[in-house]
């Protein structure tokens, strides 16, 4: 517990583990500068000697002089007049190094001295008497001010320290000050947007999209969530769609033909030739999927037996007659 005495009253410091909070007069509970533990801030006011004039037969400690109808300074329990106070009790100041005298006011933080007057801001010599402030490790007195510009965090961004209390950002143990915490493509605040990361530089969501997503073989648009992949190719679900009823194709069968996908539906009708012989489309789909082809017709192969026995000619010799096709043998009794 540090005790600083100011004109006849005690203010009162404790300390945590980084920083020293003071007991307001007539107050019970303790009360931190800040609110919260952001930087070291005390205050201290300043405290001056209680002279008086001697009234009675005193004489000086240190001179011996008779005190009576003199001012001196009852220091220790002992009479001291005010010049001994100067030359041998008065403490020195630690910024000017002269003497502080019993007519001066002075104040004290661990162990330590100053005049009211030389009790200043060593950044910006601000006075600091019955201010907050902020005591370094290497001795000096700050205000709270330029206390936190010396010890706070600094901004990615600029490099500037981050002021407690104004608007900031912080992401994987960095801050930056919010106009500073920008997107590395277009350079404009994120604010509140969603962003994404690549490597150590932040993307707004446009951006990481424009640059880095995929692009849909179709529309040549990014494509942000889903897709779809054909023929090593990404598209957006929505633009993967039958070339002739325009209906979606994502999780269904269908097929292509010329670079162009069709539902089965719509392959059947307007696409697939018709068997030469059962005069259904030839899709591939279904029972058999090998098919025949001659002097520009097409069987399924199922489909391409001799008109008049049956026999399957897949792979056969065969006789055609018109559109017809027989065996070998069938063909003879014509």
């Known amino acids: 517990m540090i005790s600083c005495i100011f004109f006849g009253a005690p203010l009162a410091f404790k300390q945590c583990k980084r920083h020293v909070w003071y007991l307001p007069r007539n107050s019970r509970s303790w009360k931190h500068p800040s609110g919260e533990c952001a930087t070291l801030r005390l205050v201290i006011r300043p405290r001056s000697y209680a002279t008086s004039t001697m009234t009675e037969r005193f004489d000086c400690y240190y001179c011996r002089d008779n005190l009576h109808g003199k001012k001196y300074v009852k220091k220790d ?111 404009q605040p994120i604010r509140t947007q969603s962003f994404l990361n690549k490597g150590d530089d932040i993307y707004c969501t446009a951006c990481h999209e424009k640059k880095f997503a995929k692009k849909c073989f179709h529309c040549k648009q990014p494509i942000t969530s889903g897709g779809i992949s054909y023929q090593d190719q990404p598209w957006h679900s929505e633009c993967f769609v039958c070339r002739t009823c325009r209906k979606t194709l994502a999780g269904t069968r269908f097929t292509s033909h010329e670079e162009h996908v069709y539902c089965v539906d719509c392959y059947k009708t307007s696409v697939a030739k018709p068997c030469n012989g059962c005069k259904n489309p030839i899709t591939g789909f279904g029972h058999g999927t090998n098919v025949v082809n001659y002097e520009g017709h ?37």
């Not at 001795?139 to 900031?168: F, L």
């Open 77 to 187: 329990d002992k009479h001291v007049c005010t010049k001994c106070f100067d030359k041998l009790c008065a403490n020195t100041c630690a910024e000017c190094r002269r003497p502080i005298g019993a007519d001066a006011k002075e104040l004290n933080h661990k162990n330590r001295h100053w005049h009211e007057d030389c009790f200043r801001c060593a950044k910006c010599y601000k006075p600091l008497a019955n201010e907050a402030f902020s005591a370094r490790d290497d001795g000096k007195i700050m205000c709270g001010k330029c206390g936190s510009r010396e010890d706070g965090n600094r901004c990615q961004g600029c490099y500037k320290v981050v002021m407690p209390g104004t608007q900031n950002v912080e992401y994987k143990n960095k801050v930056w000050h919010e106009e500073c915490f920008t997107c590395f493509e277009c350079k």
């Open 298 to 334: 097409s069987w399924h192969e199922y489909c391409f037996n001799c008109k008049k026995c049956s026999l399957s000619l897949a792979n056969k010799r065969f006789v055609m007659n018109g559109e017809l096709i027989y065996c070998p043998e069938c063909a003879k009794k014509l």
